[in-house]
């Protein structure tokens, strides 16, 4: 019992020697050279103040392939045939995605023989019609001849029997009845004539339609890429997890199958905390750094951001701003969907002198710094200027050369 106590008081005892060693200004001071606290040699640099922010890269051109979303009466999956490998480079016009278009085929095949058979019923009717109309002008014109040969009869009436008159008088009212129900049926079968030729119009419009409706879905089935770029494949589910689109996949009309990006053109969609949105604004330089190459680093810019925060994952409190980050110049490493960090230069100040936040010493009465001399050290106040968490600018007081202690 006494050993484990002689023993806990001599571990605590060594503990406050450390703790006097580490924290008592004299001891320090009296180190020889610093050597405990370290040191710093002030020299003129320019001192940027920056602000991180993170987020995934994206093409600022981009084209997403989805399957086509077919009209008319076909429905239900697609069948991929052959689709462009990821990370290909393609050429606009190049084929990136082709789907089984038998159905399509067939369909666009039995909408034109369709149409066809509707115009030829047109122009048959046409034909038909014309026929009819010439047979019934001519019936019309046979008894208009009838009426002007009872009228030349009615004029020697004066010159036959009543019995004769009277007949003449009635072959011609009976003519003059005949011509006009014969002028009138023409001009009732004329119409009737328009309107079954305007159901035969309507029905080849539509038979029409349909066929360029199938046309078109039998050339959706090959999708073509409308711009040079790079292929970024796509997602689906199966049933042991996500993974990415094969040939021979069944897809539904209207899912997303790759994306075409040009890499030559990309951008960070960053999310800044509503503590630093004041922070940033459009037109600020920025450094940009991938997760997945730890050497990789270009420069950027600040070109939009959000007017209106989103809530965080955590809080609804929380605002979170997004922001888009130009990327100033071109890489093989520079790929869709990487996580980027973005360090914003918000604050530059040429050629200022910077000491560590650890050197520098505050109270009510202002900053103090303990500057290395001749003799020794000697405590020299300071005027302090624009600072982040590590560093601060220091205004006056020091000169180039200084070593001050950290």
């Known amino acids: 019992m006494r050993l484990v106590c002689r023993a806990a008081v001599l571990v605590m005892g ?3 020697a ?7 200004p004299s001891a320090q001071a009296a180190a020889p050279g610093g050597a405990d606290r370290g040191t710093v040699t002030v020299q003129p640099r320019d001192f940027v103040r920056r602000v991180r922010l993170t987020g995934l890269t994206e093409a600022t051109r981009s084209y997403v392939v989805t399957a086509p979303l077919l009209t008319g009466e076909t429905r239900g999956q697609l069948v991929v045939t052959k689709l462009a490998p990821a990370g290909a480079a393609v050429k606009a016009g190049d084929v990136l995605v082709q789907f089984d278009s038998q159905t399509q085929d067939r369909a666009a095949v039995d909408k034109r023989a369709e149409y066809e058979t509707l115009v030829q019923e047109i122009r048959q009717k046409e034909a038909e019609q014309a026929a009819a109309r010439v047979k019934d002008e001519a019936e019309v014109e046979r008894a208009r001849n009838a009426v002007r040969h009872y009228e030349l009869e009615v004029l020697k009436n004066e010159m036959l029997s009543r019995i004769l008159a009277e007949k003449n008088d009635q072959d011609l009212a009976e003519a003059r009845a005949k011509l006009a129900a014969l002028e009138e049926g023409l001009e009732l079968k004329r119409i009737a004539a328009q309107a079954e030729l305007r159901i035969l119009e309507i029905r080849r419009d539509r038979a029409k339609a349909a066929m ?3 046309i078109a879905n039998s050339r959706s089935m090959t999708v073509r890429s409308p711009m040079d770029g790079l292929v970024v494949p796509k997602m689906m589910w199966r049933g042991n997890g996500p993974a990415e689109i094969q040939e021979g996949d069944e897809l539904w009309p209207g899912a997303a199958v790759l994306q075409v990006v040009n890499p030559e053109s990309m ?5 800044v905390n509503q503590a630093d949105v004041g922070l940033i604004r459009p037109g600020q330089r920025a450094i940009i750094r991938l997760d997945a190459y730890p050497d990789f680093e270009m420069p950027g810019r600040i070109v939009q951001i959000a007017p209106i925060g989103q809530s965080g994952a955590f809080s609804n409190r929380v605002r979170l701003f997004s922001a888009l980050v130009a990327v100033d110049g071109t890489s ?3 790929l869709p969907d990487l996580s980027a960090a973005v360090d914003v230069e918000i604050d ?4 200022a002198l910077v000491v560590p936040w650890t050197a520098v010493e505050r109270d009510e009465s202002g900053a103090r710094v303990r500057v290395r001399t001749g003799s020794g050290t000697a405590v020299r106040p300071v005027t302090l200027g624009s600072g982040d ?3 601060v600018v220091v205004t006056s007081g020091l000169e180039p050369g200084d070593v001050v202690l950290r």
């Open 212 to 214: 360029e409706h199938a």
């Open 14 to 16: 060594m503990a406050l």
């Open 389 to 391: 968490e590590v560093d």
């Open 332 to 334: 093989e490493r520079l």
């Open 18 to 24: 450390g703790c006097t060693r580490d924290f008592t």
């Open 267 to 271: 951008q960070v969609r960053a999310r």
């Open 348 to 351: 530059r100040v040429p050629g």
